[in-house]
């Protein structure tokens, strides 16, 4: 049956491009990629929607091109989110088991998840997720703590949510394109469900995305996001850095040093090593040494992953995350910056790489949070957690499609 | 053979054992430059310390005459007939260096310059450059003190100032804007004018005084003029300068604390780590050195761990209960050696110190980097993020390259 074969987008509405993967999924179980459509975005800034009209057109480019490579119409968008204006907060609660045989009921469950995730939010402030840390049955980690014997039943939630306002601009862009948005992810989580795997985020491990305009991380405890975050700075810094630094006025001369010689941490000795602007030998070449280059990188980069270190505060220990460091995002091209990564954390610290089932025009570290997109959402379900998304997002959602009308 | 300096036949003719032996005969001179500068050193007037010279030197005959100091210099005649130089730069150069034997005459045989000159105006723009040069010349050690004009009073007087602390960069050792705005900042509500003028003026008298102190004054820990020129290694870098005084309960703490409000450092945040660091530290007859310790550490963790740091510290039974503190800094970032002079410094106190550490063939190209490094605000470029608001992480704004927020040294 057709109804049967849905075609999904999976947008993520970057910096400096948006991707677009057109992904067939078949009976609700399969997934298959077949369509890729991307665009240099304009109007965008650190993740967030600054010239509508602009964005829009990109994204609307953007979507023609997968739907013509996937040679099919998309039904429907998740749709990635980041941007500074997005903040977490975590929620704990507690509930006494109710039933006199002690045995935890599907009631207490509820009772408890409510509690955790009733807390209120700012005026003009909407939850894009709430994550869900493991069950504590009497202070033991539970998975599921349905029909186990125990007294008290404790659960924590980290809260994401973001300005009402700047979700709705992103909306708007896609339903400008008469589709409709079903599933709002944090770029971050997206990222992360793909590339790692379930044994990773049992150990505890943090990916980081180090996109354009920002740079969105999630620290993974127990199988459950411990907590999420975005640091508006990504490789669009490093370009501004060296453009400053050099004296170029223009920005694409230094993306292309950035790009063929920045480094994560500084490596060479030698003062004296000039590198080529161009290395064509035309008018207006200019030389420049390869140390400055590599100290101008190497300190932004040091800062960012500090940066990132402090906004997880204690809540990143080295000993709980034995899986270490995963790096992705196209930013995270910069070489050497796992090294880097892992002497600023501590633990080891790798290149993400996608699992094997995704082609190899779909490997770069750019295409990951896209990726992720569909792996999250698609596998959220799998992963029983289904039961608490169409309660909160979807209804949210709804608010903004009848809102808009 | 012979040393280099004892070759040299300037220094065989002076008698330099006599000179040591002279009980610290270092002389001190304060230049106000034009009207602003003048009128902070006719105020330095009221504070009478001893073995500073205080000088005025002026294009303007009408203000120079009611200034109540001894040395006044009136420059350009010539040029401006005593009229002042009418708030173009050009015309004040132009009347220092048609008095340039004038102003030789007045920085000869001083070690140590301290220059007060306003920027915006034309005398202070203007003449101060050539009064620093020409007292560079003279082989003195030069720290130029420079109010820059308010905001509100226009681009073009902003513009001015700054160019002019562009050329007072290469021949100062040390170059300290103080902006206006910064008096703004530190004035409470309803605060007239002029005691606003007076924080200022007290901010270049505190400095002044300290670096007097640390050379005169017995104390604590000492230091000498060839430690105190030993942290101005070169010329045209960037230079650091705070204020900070407590007292109550522990002064110690809070004199940090008010160091660390201190608007002068607040509007730098570019530009707080300093490769050599002077400190100086004025205390009542209860300062122990426990608190030195206490002040040096939280000092060295702010303006840089691998700072060299040339500490002095002094104690004034007038202060009883009270700690001072006065922080110069000073970082290559941009500098040129300031060994361009040696060759025509003729004492033979600078001497020995030039021939001894003439840099390694420093590429004169490394001056044109960061010679814009201008002050404060102004000088944290964001480039592409220029139209966007700012990116605060813990008080610094991440779109301003890190390496200018660090302090990170580059070559171009």
Same mark, same amino acid.
């Given at each position: 049956?057709?109804?049967?074969?849905?075609?999904?987008?999976?947008?993520?509405?970057?910096?400096?491009?948006?991707?677009?993967?057109?992904?067939?999924?078949?009976?609700?179980?399969?997934?298959?990629?077949?369509?890729?459509?991307?665009?240099?975005?304009?109007?965008?800034?650190?993740?967030?929607? @600054?010239?509508?009209?602009?964005?829009?057109?990109?994204?609307?480019?953007?979507?023609?091109?997968?739907?013509?490579?996937?040679?099919?119409?998309?039904?429907?968008?998740?749709?990635?989110?980041?941007?500074?204006?997005?903040?977490?907060?975590?929620?704990?609660?507690? @509930?006494? @088991?109710?039933?006199?045989?002690?045995?935890?009921?599907?009631?207490?469950?509820?009772?408890?998840?409510?509690?955790?995730?009733?807390?209120?939010?700012?005026?003009?402030?909407?939850?894009?997720?709430?994550?869900?840390?493991?069950?504590?049955?009497?202070?033991?980690?539970?998975?599921?703590?349905?029909?186990?014997?125990?007294?008290?039943?404790?659960?924590?939630?980290?809260? @994401?949510?973001?300005?009402?306002?700047?979700?709705?601009?992103?909306?708007?862009?896609?339903?400008?394109?008469?589709?409709?948005?079903?599933?709002?992810?944090?770029?971050?989580?997206?990222?992360?469900?793909?590339?790692?795997?379930?044994?990773?985020?049992?150990?505890?491990?943090?990916?980081?995305?180090?996109?354009?305009?920002?740079?969105?991380?999630?620290?993974?405890?127990?199988?459950?996001?411990?907590?999420?975050?975005?640091?508006?700075?990504?490789?669009?810094?490093?370009?501004?850095?060296?453009?400053?630094?050099?004296?170029?006025?223009?920005?694409?001369?230094?993306?292309?040093?950035?790009?063929?010689?920045?480094?994560?941490?500084?490596?060479?000795?030698?003062?004296?090593?000039?590198?080529?602007?161009?290395?064509?030998?035309?008018?207006?070449?200019?030389?420049?040494?390869?140390?400055?280059?590599?100290?101008?990188?190497?300190?932004?980069?040091?800062?960012?992953?500090?940066?990132?270190?402090?906004?997880?505060?204690?809540?990143?220990?080295?000993?709980?995350?034995?899986?270490?460091?995963?790096?992705?995002?196209?930013?995270?091209?910069?070489?050497?910056?796992?090294?880097?990564?892992?002497?600023?954390?501590?633990?080891?610290?790798?290149?993400?790489?996608?699992?094997?089932?995704?082609?190899?025009?779909?490997?770069?570290?750019?295409?990951?949070?896209?990726?992720?997109?569909?792996?999250?959402?698609?596998?959220?379900?799998?992963?029983?957690?289904?039961?608490?998304?169409?309660?909160?997002?979807?209804?949210?959602?709804?608010?903004?499609?009848?809102?808009?009308? | 053979?012979?040393?280099?300096?004892?070759?040299?036949?300037?220094?065989?003719?002076?008698?330099?054992?006599?000179?040591?032996?002279?009980?610290?005969?270092?002389?001190?001179?304060?230049?106000?430059?034009?009207?602003?500068?003048?009128?902070?050193?006719?105020?330095?007037?009221?504070?009478?310390?001893?073995?500073?010279?205080?000088?005025?030197?002026?294009?303007?005959?009408?203000?120079?005459?009611?200034?109540?100091?001894?040395?006044?210099?009136?420059?350009?005649?010539?040029?401006?007939?005593?009229?002042?130089?009418?708030?173009?730069?050009?015309?004040?150069?132009?009347?220092?260096?048609?008095?340039?034997?004038?102003?030789?005459?007045?920085?000869?045989?001083?070690?140590?310059?301290?220059?007060?000159?306003?920027?915006?105006?034309?005398?202070?723009?203007?003449?101060?450059?050539?009064?620093?040069?020409?007292?560079?010349?003279?082989?003195?050690?030069?720290?130029?003190?420079?109010?820059?004009?308010?905001?509100?009073?226009?681009?073009?007087?902003?513009?001015? #100032?700054?160019?002019?602390?562009?050329?007072?960069?290469?021949?100062?050792?040390?170059?300290?804007?103080?902006?206006?705005?910064?008096?703004?900042?530190?004035?409470?509500?309803?605060?007239?004018?002029?005691?606003?003028?007076?924080?200022?003026?007290?901010?270049?008298?505190?400095?002044?005084?300290?670096?007097?102190?640390?050379?005169?004054?017995?104390?604590?820990?000492?230091?000498?003029?060839?430690?105190?020129?030993?942290?101005?290694?070169?010329?045209?870098?960037?230079?650091?300068?705070?204020?900070?005084?407590?007292?109550?309960?522990?002064?110690?703490?809070?004199?940090?604390?008010?160091?660390?409000?201190?608007?002068?450092?607040?509007?730098?945040?570019?530009?707080?780590?300093?490769?050599?660091?002077?400190?100086?530290?004025?205390?009542?007859?209860?300062?122990?050195?426990?608190?030195?310790?206490?002040?040096?550490?939280?000092?060295?963790?702010?303006?840089?761990?691998?700072?060299?740091?040339?500490?002095?510290?002094?104690?004034?039974?007038?202060?009883?209960?009270?700690?001072?503190?006065?922080?110069?800094?000073?970082?290559?970032?941009?500098?040129?050696?300031?060994?361009?002079?040696?060759?025509?410094?003729?004492?033979?106190?600078?001497?020995?110190?030039?021939?001894?550490?003439?840099?390694?063939?420093?590429? #004169?190209?490394?001056?044109?980097?960061?010679?814009?490094?201008?002050?404060?605000?102004?000088?944290?470029?964001?480039?592409?993020?220029?139209?966007?608001?700012?990116?605060?992480?813990?008080?610094?704004?991440?779109?301003?390259?890190?390496?200018?927020?660090?302090?990170?040294?580059?070559?171009?």
């Amino acid at each position: 049956m057709l109804s049967r074969t849905k075609f999904i987008g999976a947008v993520e509405i970057g910096t400096s491009k948006i991707t677009v993967i057109v992904g067939q999924v078949a009976r609700g179980r399969s997934l298959s990629l077949i369509g890729l459509g991307e665009c240099p975005s304009r109007g965008v800034s650190k993740g967030t929607v @600054v010239d509508f009209k602009a964005a829009t057109e990109c994204v609307h480019a953007a979507l023609e091109e997968a739907e013509r490579s996937a040679g099919a119409r998309v039904g429907e968008v998740f749709l990635a989110q980041s941007g500074a204006h997005l903040e977490g907060f975590q929620n704990e609660a507690e @509930v006494r @088991v109710s039933s006199a045989d002690n045995m935890v009921s599907a009631l207490d469950i509820e009772n408890v998840c409510g509690l955790a995730k009733s807390k209120q939010l700012p005026e003009g402030r909407m939850v894009v997720h709430h994550l869900r840390r493991p069950f504590r049955l009497d202070g033991r980690l539970v998975p599921d703590p349905e029909h186990l014997d125990g007294r008290r039943l404790e659960v924590g939630y980290w809260t @994401v949510h973001g300005q009402e306002s700047r979700i709705a601009d992103h909306l708007h862009v896609i339903r400008g394109f008469n589709v409709r948005v079903t599933e709002l992810i944090l770029s971050s989580l997206a990222s992360g469900s793909v590339m790692t795997s379930a044994d990773d985020r049992r150990h505890g491990v943090l990916v980081l995305d180090l996109g354009a305009g920002t740079t969105d991380f999630v620290l993974y405890r127990d199988g459950c996001a411990l907590l999420t975050g975005i640091v508006p700075v990504g490789g669009l810094h490093f370009t501004n850095d060296l453009s400053l630094g050099l004296r170029l006025n223009d920005q694409d001369q230094a993306e292309k040093l950035k790009l063929r010689h920045g480094r994560a941490v500084v490596t060479t000795k030698d003062r004296t090593e000039k590198l080529w602007l161009n290395g064509d030998l035309g008018i207006g070449d200019r030389q420049f040494p390869r140390l400055t280059i590599e100290q101008i990188t190497a300190a932004r980069a040091r800062e960012l992953l500090e940066v990132v270190r402090k906004k997880l505060g204690g809540n990143f220990d080295p000993e709980h995350t034995a899986a270490g460091v995963v790096l992705t995002g196209g930013a995270s091209k910069l070489a050497g910056i796992e090294d880097l990564a892992a002497q600023v954390f501590d633990v080891p610290a790798r290149l993400g790489e996608p699992p094997g089932w995704v082609g190899d025009h779909l490997r770069a570290p750019g295409h990951s949070t896209a990726l992720g997109l569909l792996h999250y959402g698609l596998g959220a379900s799998a992963e029983g957690s289904a039961a608490r998304r169409p309660a909160t997002v979807g209804g949210l959602l709804r608010k903004f499609f009848t809102a808009g009308n | 053979m012979e040393t280099p300096f004892a070759s040299s036949p300037s220094a065989i003719e002076l008698p330099l054992a006599g000179k040591i032996l002279a009980d610290r005969a270092v002389a001190i001179k304060v230049i106000g430059v034009g009207g602003a500068g003048t009128n902070v050193v006719d105020r330095l007037k009221m504070e009478n310390l001893d073995r500073l010279q205080l000088t005025a030197m002026d294009t303007d005959h009408q203000a120079l005459s009611a200034s109540p100091l001894q040395e006044k210099i009136l420059l350009g005649m010539d040029v401006t007939h005593g009229l002042s130089a009418g708030s173009d730069p050009a015309a004040g150069r132009e009347a220092a260096e048609a008095d340039e034997e004038k102003i030789a005459a007045a920085v000869k045989g001083c070690d140590l310059v301290f220059l007060v000159a306003g920027l915006g105006g034309g005398t202070g723009g203007g003449a101060a450059p050539v009064v620093a040069r020409l007292a560079a010349q003279a082989g003195a050690l030069v720290i130029a003190f420079c109010p820059l004009p308010f905001s509100f009073e226009g681009g073009r007087r902003l513009k001015q #100032a700054d160019e002019a602390l562009r050329g007072l960069r290469p021949v100062c050792d040390a170059v300290i804007p103080l902006p206006n705005d910064a008096l703004l900042q530190a004035a409470g509500a309803g605060e007239n004018a002029l005691s606003s003028f007076a924080r200022g003026d007290e901010w270049i008298g505190r400095a002044i005084k300290a670096v007097w102190a640390m050379l005169f004054r017995t104390g604590l820990i000492n230091v000498d003029f060839a430690t105190l020129q030993s942290a101005f290694p070169a010329r045209g870098g960037k230079t650091l300068f705070g204020l900070g005084s407590g007292a109550g309960e522990n002064p110690a703490a809070a004199a940090i604390e008010s160091l660390r409000l201190c608007p002068l450092l607040a509007t730098a945040e570019s530009a707080r780590k300093a490769d050599r660091l002077l400190v100086h530290l004025t205390g009542g007859a209860d300062l122990t050195l426990d608190r030195v310790s206490e002040i040096m550490t939280a000092l060295t963790a702010q303006f840089g761990r691998d700072a060299h740091i040339i500490l002095g510290a002094v104690i004034d039974e007038a202060l009883p209960g009270r700690v001072e503190i006065v922080v110069l800094g000073t970082s290559e970032l941009g500098a040129t050696s300031r060994r361009p002079f040696s060759a025509m410094r003729s004492r033979a106190t600078s001497a020995p110190a030039a021939a001894g550490t003439v840099p390694g063939g420093k590429p #004169a190209k490394a001056k044109a980097a960061q010679d814009e490094f201008a002050f404060g605000g102004a000088a944290e470029s964001r480039g592409y993020f220029d139209k966007t608001e700012r990116n605060l992480f813990e008080g610094q704004d991440l779109d301003v390259p890190t390496y200018q927020r660090q302090g990170v040294k580059i070559l171009l």
